[in-house]
T-cell receptor, first 108, second 114 residues
Framework: GQNIDQPTEMTATEGAIVQINCTYQTSGFNGLFWYQQHAGEAPTFLSYNVLDGLEEKGRFSSFLSRSKGYSYLLLKELQMKDSASYLCAPGGYNKLIFGAGTRLAVHP | EPEVTQTPSHQVTQMGQEVILRCVPISNHLYFYWYRQILGQKVEFLVSFYNNEISEKSEIFDDQFSVERPDGSNFTLKIRSTKLEDSAMYFC????????????FGPGTRLTVL
C-alpha cells in the first residue's frame, strides 16, 4: 500500500528557515518530488531527488534517504509568498502519489 | 515558457450530465495525466496516458471516466454521468517521459455538480 506522512500545518517567521519532513512507504519508488501549491492553484514543481542526499536549488533544498523512506524540504530566508501547501510526492511509474500536504504560514 | 492549459476554468453541470474537460499539454511532452482534488483534500491520481493508450489508472477512474487525445494537441477527460461527488478541481499534467521526469500541471478546471 501507499502511506505518506507530513505534518498538517507549520508556522514560521519571515526570514527564518523551516524544514518540512515527509516519511513514505510506497511500491515502485522512482524518486521523490516536492511541489508547492497556493490555495486555489495548481501544484508547481519545486524539486526532485532520486539519489540519497541533498539537492540545493536557491532558497530551497531537498533531502532524501531511500533506506529510511524519509525526505525533507528546507526553505531558507522565508518570504511571505512562501505561505502555501507543500506536497511530498513519491514517484511511481506513470504517476505521482501525493501526501496530504503541509500548510505553511509565514508571518512577519 | 511553455505551459499546460485547461478549459474551461469552471464548469457547472447537473447530476447525470456528461462533461468533457479539455487540456492542451506542453507540445513536446509525450505523457499526459489527470488528477483531481476535492476541496480541502489531497491531490489524487486518476489516469496516465501514453502513445494513445491508458498506461495506468486508479480505482477512482471507473467506467464513468474516459480519456482521449482527439488530435495532436488536445487531451480530454470525459465523465459520462456526473455525480455530486465528482465535484472537484481537475488538473491535467504532462511530462516529457515517465517515471523520473517532472510533471507540469495546468491551472485546473473546477467542476461543480448540482
Amino acid at each position: 500500500g501507499q502511506n505518506i506522512d507530513q505534518p498538517t500545518e507549520m508556522t514560521a517567521t519571515e526570514g527564518a528557515i523551516v524544514q518540512i519532513n515527509c516519511t513514505y512507504q510506497t511500491s515502485g519508488f522512482n524518486g521523490l518530488f516536492w511541489y508547492q501549491q497556493h490555495a486555489g492553484e495548481a501544484p508547481t514543481f519545486l524539486s526532485y531527488n532520486v539519489l540519497d542526499g541533498l539537492e540545493e536549488k536557491g532558497r530551497f533544498s531537498s533531502f532524501l534517504s531511500r533506506s529510511k523512506g524519509y525526505s525533507y524540504l528546507l526553505l531558507k530566508e522565508l518570504q511571505m509568498k512562501d505561505s502555501a501547501s507543500y506536497l511530498c510526492a513519491p514517484g511511481g511509474y506513470n504517476k505521482l502519489i501525493f501526501g496530504a500536504g503541509t500548510r505553511l504560514a509565514v508571518h512577519p | 515558457e511553455p505551459e499546460v492549459t485547461q478549459t474551461p476554468s469552471h464548469q457547472v453541470t447537473q447530476m447525470g450530465q456528461e462533461v468533457i474537460l479539455r487540456c492542451v499539454p506542453i507540445s513536446n511532452h509525450l505523457y499526459f495525466y489527470w488528477y483531481r482534488q476535492i476541496l480541502g483534500q489531497k491531490v489524487e491520481f486518476l489516469v496516465s496516458f501514453y502513445n494513445n493508450e491508458i498506461s495506468e489508472k486508479s480505482e477512482i477512474f471507473d467506467d464513468q471516466f474516459s480519456v482521449e487525445r482527439p488530435d495532436g494537441s488536445n487531451f480530454t477527460l470525459k465523465i459520462r454521468s456526473t455525480k455530486l461527488e465528482d465535484s472537484a478541481m481537475y488538473f491535467c499534467a504532462s511530462s516529457v517521459g515517465s517515471t523520473t521526469d517532472t510533471q507540469y500541471f495546468g491551472p485546473g478546471t473546477r467542476l461543480t455538480v448540482l
